[in-house]
């Protein structure tokens, strides 16, 4: 899907929060590079950095929470006397 001018691109950089493909994002930066906008960069740039600030403390609390249950299951282990 090519964008065909500013207002869809902008739509789609307000979509970001809401999930899009990465298909998506490329064809958001091609617009931006191909007509030398520089007016939505920063919006661009904006939304990717909360996105992957996001990605990043999902990523946190799977990781702790594995933690959490690796602990269970030693404590469980435990109790069963399993090595």
Not at 30 to 47: P, Q
Not at 58 to 77: G, N, T, V
């Amino acid at each position: 899907m090519d964008i065909k001018n500013d207002d869809e691109c902008i739509k789609l950089i307000e979509k970001l929060d809401q999930g899009v493909s990465p298909n998506v994002v490329n064809n958001i930066i091609v617009y931006l590079e191909k007509t030398g906008n520089t007016e939505h960069d920063m919006t661009l740039i904006k939304s990717l950095n909360k996105e992957n600030m996001r990605a990043k403390n999902a990523f946190w609390s799977i990781e702790a929470q594995m933690r959490f249950l690796s602990e269970d299951i030693k404590k469980i282990k435990e109790k069963l006397d399993i090595q």
